[in-house]
């Protein structure tokens, strides 16, 4: 069967599905070609129309073939009795950047100027062109057509050329009541489909509701654009498959790119603030606005402008059209298109020199208030060469510092070929495998295979299934006091700062080694006090939402939500002697309370001994064969160069805060659990006892995801030891491989084994539910990150807490009482703390000890 009739075939296949067909290979693109060149063509116009716009731009592997003829075919050296010269220079126009560029660049020289004057308008619309400007600007000294190609980007005719946002917009609205996540957007059940958009959005919201695919093919009949509308918006992840499923539904295809949509408007109550910047990234509008007159069906005026929403000639609501680029952003087809565009054009003016521009809509930048600054300002400041920022400001920081995990890694691949990039500009882009490891299908498989050279060979480091959790290697490559972002809602550093966005922004932040960033307010956390026994540093994490339900400044109703910490930097002090990772469970935790970074204060000592312990991981990731090798070895280099003088900033004492919580910990007497299933409803174990409406019962134990480390896996050893066989079915799967050996190592395995633990492979397992989970309906005591509905298994119930709360949940198979708990925890931990909770110092292991744990 020759091409035609396959892809027909595989276009009919997925239409039974009411998608459209898979993007062309680079084979499919190589067998399209050969029957392009025939005379005559047979089935000309469909033959065209795959080639026009089936094949995906930038610098995928098809791209190459299809740039690679039309080059032949412009240079008059294929010939193609369809696609004439000019036609060619058009269809490369629409390439969006990569593989295209040369030829377009090449073709403003040839010697016939109608082929020369095209490809000049195509060179006009086309932004990634990367170094390919200096090409551009060095000819247009001497060609009248590269001098037309400057002067257009100068005068930015490409955001000119597109058409605002209207005054005024008529929409039917589909709205989800309650709280929306990224997981109802993007089930984690399915991560393995979001690179094929179409197919992944699919499942969209298909756990919370009654067929929305349906309801909204019925709301789009009325003829108006579907509006997407939700009380709170977007919690949880950060995973841009959400915006894209969403956009899928109520957005507009893009010419010449397969399988992908922009626009579409986004209205909540709250927009929680990741998926609001993911938003922006992916050309969508972003509003946030009172929603509660606002049912599915109904049909509004939105007036982006006067900020106000009307039905049935009332107002409804009013809002902000914020941040104030917002409509440029919408207009350049997102906020990364935006700034690579405005870049362009400010290049383009400099080499012709012109004046500053006036075109785009610059940044609100608030007044300096001559205060001090806090130590999140210090550190994004540091990353824009100035001492700090002030809240509301719009920066572009640089950004060293980059993770990619595997469920979203497809994803970001596509978007760093969209950005045409043939390597990073980041210092330091790290690519894990933790999602899919243990259970992997065959597109999982797949991904292993082929993605770690896709990031090596643009000098990223790329990690192997098994190792474990792209946060805790990710940490132990950061360097202190500076910024990053990953594809993770948390990546969060213990050290510096992190941004963590959709794998849009990951992609651009990679490429170009800087992010777009408004700069948010912070909220201070002090602890003060003294830790009680039996207290664990979880329950200080959950501490922090408790105490600021109690001073009114959080509520568990998701209907006129108040959440202080949503879109804030969460600034936590007040625990200095912690170790670095122990610090991380406090800053990991920020991504549930909704805040866009966290950074925690800590001494120079535990920083210290710290990046010593990486220094070794570092060198020892090059000799097991890790790459890109040049890559870890300057990132090296980076440590050594700190330790020679290590300093960290300090907040200054005058700084402002949005608020500022203390947290008294003589005051934490119990454990503070998070309750199923929303990790902001925060209760003591004594209070979750005494309320008839929680679970008492435990079904099932997990012990594992990025919030822990070998100190809470050597705690639940410890509580279980010589206690026989556990209530509950226990999953124990510690964050990385160096983990696991050091445990085998030191016997915790043999007291897992003897509980009638299921032991895994190091990653990320239960805490995201997309390969492994428990029992529907099952109430699960769990360590992991969040607990929204569905997330660990179909209808659980999942209470958050500490790895030593867990032990005891799992011998006992219900809640304890406190004082069950703290004589299980104190009778077996205490007086041994100093060797339970102990860290991997890499430092200090010989060099042979070191080499086993790691390869």
């Keep these: 069967m020759g091409l035609i009739q396959e892809y027909r075939a595989h276009t009919d296949e997925r239409a039974q599905s009411g998608i459209p067909p898979l993007p062309l290979t680079a084979d499919q693109a190589r067998e399209l070609i050969e029957l392009l060149q025939q005379d005559p063509v047979e089935d000309q116009d469909y033959l065209l129309t795959l080639f026009r716009e089936h094949i995906s731009p930038g610098v995928d592997d098809a791209a190459f073939e299809k ?43 040839h010697d016939d100027g109608n082929v020369a004057s095209a490809a000049a308008e195509m060179l006009k619309k086309t932004l ?14 001497s060609n009248r057509y590269a001098k037309e190609v400057m002067e257009s980007w100068a005068n930015a005719e490409w955001f000119e050329a597109k058409p605002s946002i209207p005054e005024k917009m008529t929409l039917t609205v589909f709205k989800v009541p309650g709280e929306t996540n990224t997981d109802d957007l993007s089930p984690a059940s399915e991560a393995f489909t979001r690179s094929d958009i179409p197919l992944h959005a699919l499942s969209m919201l298909g756990s919370k509701m009654e067929d929305p695919i349906g309801t909204i093919a019925e709301l789009k009949k009325k003829g108006n654009p579907v509006v997407f509308v939700g009380d709170v918006v977007g919690t949880g992840s950060s995973r841009k498959s959400g915006i894209n499923s969403v956009q899928w539904h109520i957005g507009e295809d893009i010419p010449a790119v397969p399988n992908k949509r922009t626009g579409g408007v986004v209205i909540g109550g709250i927009i929680a603030p990741i998926f609001f910047n993911t938003a922006e990234d992916s050309g969508a509008l972003p509003i946030q606005a009172d929603v509660t007159a606002m049912e599915t069906g109904d049909v ?18 009013e809002f902000k059209l914020e941040p104030n680029t917002l409509g440029d952003e919408v207009r350049a087809g997102g906020r990364i298109p935006l700034i690579i565009g405005r870049t362009l054009t400010r290049q383009a003016r400099e080499a012709l020199g012109m004046g500053e521009e006036d075109i785009f809509k610059q940044p609100e930048q608030p007044a300096d208030t001559g205060k001090g600054y806090t130590l999140a300002q210090k550190i994004i400041g540091k990353a824009c060469g100035l001492t ?153 994490v959950n501490a922090i939402p408790y105490v600021a339900i109690k001073q009114g400044l959080l509520t568990v109703e998701k209907k006129g939500k108040k959440n202080i910490f949503a879109g804030r930097i969460l600034e936590i002090e007040g625990l200095p002697q912690l170790n670095v990772e122990q610090a991380f469970e406090l800053s990991d935790a920020s991504a549930e309370r909704s805040a866009a970074a966290c950074t925690v204060r800590l001494d120079k000592g535990p920083v210290i001994e710290y990046i010593n312990s990486n220094v070794k991981l570092l060198e ?30 300090e907040p200054d ?76 079915r226990l999953w124990v799967v510690p964050p990385t491989k160096m983990d696991m050996k050091k445990l085998v190592e030191e016997g915790y395995y043999s ?61 006992l198979g219900r809640l304890p009482k406190p004082e069950e708990y703290f004589e299980a925890v104190n009778s077996n931990l205490s007086g041994n703390e100093s060797q339970v909770y102990k860290y991997l110092n890499f430092h200090e292991v010989t060099d042979e000890q070191l080499e086993i744990l790691v390869d």
Excluded at 128 to 141: G, I, R
Excluded at 300 to 317: F, N, R, T
């Design 620 to 649: 020892q990731m090059v000799e097991s064969g890790y790459g890109d090798p040049e890559t870890l070895r300057r990132r090296v280099g980076k440590m050594k160069e700190w330790l020679a003088n290590p300093s960290l900033m």
């Design 300 to 317: 509004v005026e939105l007036y982006p402008y006067e900020g106000k929403i009307e039905k049935d000639g009332a107002v409804i609501a």
């Design 128 to 141: 990634l062109v990367y170094e390919s400007f200096d090409v551009v600007a060095e000819l247009a000294k």
């Design 751 to 811: 007291l897992y084994g003897a509980a009638g633990a299921r032991t895994e492979v190091p990653g990320c397992s239960l805490c995201m539910g997309n390969q492994a989970r428990v029992a529907d309906n099952a109430v699960v005591f769990s360590t992991s990150t969040r607990n929204f509905d569905n997330r660990l298994g179909a209808g659980a119930l999942v209470y958050l807490g500490s790895a030593e709360l867990a032990a005891v949940c799992a011998l």
């Design 388 to 540: 700090g920022v002030r809240p509301g400001m719009y920066v572009e920081p640089e950004t060293l510092t980059v993770g990619s995990q595997d469920t979203t890694g497809a994803m970001t691949r596509d978007e760093i070929k969209e950005l045409a990039a043939l390597s990073f500009g980041a210092d330091l882009v790290m690519q894990s495998f933790c999602h899919t490891a243990a259970y992997p299908k065959p597109a999982d498989v797949k991904l292993h295979k082929t993605l770690p050279y896709f990031i090596m060979s643009r000098g990223g480091v790329a990690l192997r299934p098994g190792d474990g959790v792209v946060h805790t290697w990710l940490n132990r490559m950061v360097l202190p006091d500076t910024l990053g972002t990953g594809a993770d809602s948390h990546t969060r550093f213990p050290i510096g700062i992190s941004f963590p966005g959709g794998s849009g922004l990951v992609a651009f932040a990679g490429v170009t080694g800087s992010m777009p960033l408004n700069v948010p307010e912070s909220v201070l956390v002090r602890f003060k006090g003294e830790l009680q026994e039996g207290i664990t540093l979880r329950d200080l």
């Design 653 to 728: 004492g005058d700084a402002e805060y949005a608020a500022v919580i203390e947290i008294d910990l003589n005051e934490i007497k119990e454990p503070i659990v998070a309750c199923p299933n929303d990790p902001d409803d925060v209760i003591t174990l004594s209070e979750a006892l005494a309320d008839g409406s929680r679970p008492q019962k435990i079904d099932e134990v997990f012990v594992g995801s990025c919030m822990t480390n070998i100190g809470h896996f050597r705690a639940l050893g410890e509580v279980l030891k010589g206690k026989g066989q556990v209530a509950t």
């Design 67 to 109: 740039a690679a003829f039309l080059d032949r075919v412009v240079k008059g050296d294929t010939a193609c009795a369809v696609i004439s010269a000019v036609d060619a220079v058009n269809i490369l126009g629409t390439m969006l950047g990569g593989y295209n560029v040369k030829p377009l660049v090449d073709a403003l020289s």
